[in-house]
């Protein structure tokens, strides 16, 4: 994967006229490819195509219908579609013989050297497990490697389904070809040829004069497209397992094959089509900060001409539905009695000013409602079962609705994400199907008039436009009753007080350094400073400070301090006692996080006003794996204090609940969000964290003033308390450091 490039204006316009252009060949046929047994030639084409993606094979294989063999003969003929090893269904780790799953950022740096990073003692322990895409493209290619030893073909292009031959093909393999043929400037026989790639590096002026053959001198990524010998198909297999991405497996074989590579790409990658795959190397070149600034990952909320309605039984998979309509991108409400003041009448009206998208086992929506609904607007409707249950009868019959506005999804459907987005027109996800446990309907509250001055409270700045945001003005969310705690006992109120985690089993006084929490020794994008643990002071009896100081290295030129847990919780009672520094451009943070899907509850101090305190919420939906990391503003509001949080210490405390999210100071609840107020309330497992670092972005934390500099953030205790029945409690005190 090159990681370097920059998809801006300049090159997605050159391949989008690169690809407009195709059909204009300079050439359609080419003395490369023969169907006559001719061992100089390219004797057999593999197209590797997913099962669930058969346009793309269609695509390509009629584009290669229109080149010609030296004998005249459709290069269709000698193609071979390759049915490619799909992420989806991989189970277990690959076979130990073809495959280790892992690869160190030394390896990726060998290909493709970052100015920022070196390849040492610390980048060779730092292991990077590949993603299920990854293993499933090294696989496919693996295996039709074997393909081309058990053949009679010398020579074979491989091609992946999102290539197409560019105008100058033909030409330029005829010459490159050529140079094969007559020896010129080889010193031995080529097993691996490349026709598409990006090389690593800064591009080079070509001269018109060049050789169409030269060797590698730099990283190349992509296997797009590549010809490849029996002879080089068995030295590569011989070398099995691999480890790591296959593309950058081969760079590090480079020195025991034979590798060219035409003068330019001759095969690219057809543009507008949106890559499946997930590289396991981005997160951690963000962590120790080869990537210092990223453009803004916002979702798109997904046009509907018309509702989305789920029903079923229970036990059916309904809450399961409901998510994956979210990770769909579908603005989703469900497991309800009944929906938000207005939205039902809007609904059966067949307004537009909907706030959903998708209405998911609303006990308000009988067989009467849903006809109304019907009778409305295009609805959808989709109905869970268990095989056993009539419901999926009873509708089918009596609904006046088209045959293609309906689907029946059985909750032990072998692809539900297959059957869900053939209904709905989405492409297939890379995300894991987010099996959920039943939620039932909950039954909506009116809540009180304090609670909700309280949603409404604080100064709002900009939010994202997300399809899980609602933006309506004086919205306050969906408050609805809490469910019993599993296994019983009470659930913790606001405050966190000692009293209230009486029913949780362990308690623990650790060290910041021990098995509980860790100092960070890494970095985002957007921080301009390195976390590192020299910069977090402990001392017995005192605070512990975390510094912010003027300090340059090969990847930043501050360093900060951050505290993190070693573990990750779900629902609780967060809090820290700070004494925060002030100055423009400080960030103190008091949060707790996770990606895949990235999900986020803030408390944060800008240290350019510390009478205020901001909170925030990103969400995205998912299961655990779900590689959804969207959002740049989130939706945050200022909440202004009272006092100058730099004077002196005091308490901030997150109460994380199903149903709400609250944000205390001194045991005073100060702002609450419940459902969809605006964001659906996080529900995977975070980890707790403070820091002290500085923002990229002048816009949201000011310039850095270098007389803020060094800054001192003081922690004199950080809590988690998790409710009964969803983890432990872990607790550090100042007077607990060694």
Known sequence: MNITSLSGLRSTLRAHALYRTRRILARRRSTAFSANGDDTAIERIYVINLDRAQERWNTLNRELGRLKDMEGRSLSTITRRFSAIDARYLEGPPPATLLEPTYTLAEQLLVDPHPRLDVNDATWATRITMTPQEIAVALSHIEVWRLIVASNASFTLVLEDDAYVTRTCMSVLDRAWSELRSGQGLDDAVDLLYLSYQETGEDEARSRTRPALRR?????????????????????????????????????????????????????????????????????????????????????????????????????????????????????????????????????????????????????????????????????????????????????????????????LPVDELDPWERLVRFLGCDYPIHPWPRQQERGQRRITAGTRSIEDMALSGHRLAWDASPWIVDRPAWRGVSFESSPPPGGGRMPGGGGADGDSAAIALRVHPRLDGSDWYLRDDTFPSNRALFRPDNVTLQHGSPASLTLRRETNKVRELTGGAIASRRSFTYGTFAADLRVPSGSGLVTGLFLHRNGPRQEIDIEFLGRDTTRMLINVFYNPGAAGTKLEYGYRGTPALIDLGFDASAAFHRYEIEWRPEYIRWHVDRVIVHERLLWGPTPIPDQPMELNVNLWSSESTEFAGPLHERALPAVLEVASLEARCLPGHGEEVVWRKGLAS
């Not at 600034?293 to 979702?299: F, H, N, V, Y």
């Open 216 to 408: 590698p001198t730099r990283g190349l990524w992509q296997l797009s497209g590549y010809v490849l010998s029996r002879a080089g198909a068995e030295k590569l297999l011989s070398l099995l397992p691999a480890h790591g991405p296959i593309d950058l497996w081969m760079n590090l074989q480079f020195d025991r094959l034979s590798v060219r590579m035409t003068d330019r790409p001759v095969i690219e990658q057809r543009p507008g089509i949106k890559s499946s795959n997930s590289y396991s190397v981005l997160p951690i070149l963000a962590k120790v900060g080869a990537i210092q600034r990223e453009s803004p990952l916002l979702a798109r909320p997904r046009p509907t001409r018309g509702p989305i309605v789920v029903v079923g039984a229970p036990g059916t998979g309904l809450s399961t539905v409901a998510e994956a309509l979210s990770v769909l991108g579908f603005r989703c409400i469900s497991d309800l009695t009944d929906l938000p003041p207005g939205e039902l009448d809007t609904l059966l009206r067949g307004g537009r000013r909907r706030m959903f998208d998708a209405y998911v086992n609303i006990g308000s929506l009988g067989l009467g409602e849903v006809e109304r609904i019907a009778s409305k607007a295009p609805m959808r409707l989709i109905v869970t079962t268990d095989g056993t249950s009539a419901t999926a009868d009873v509708l089918g019959e009596d609904l006046d609705t088209p045959q293609h506005h309906r689907l029946v």
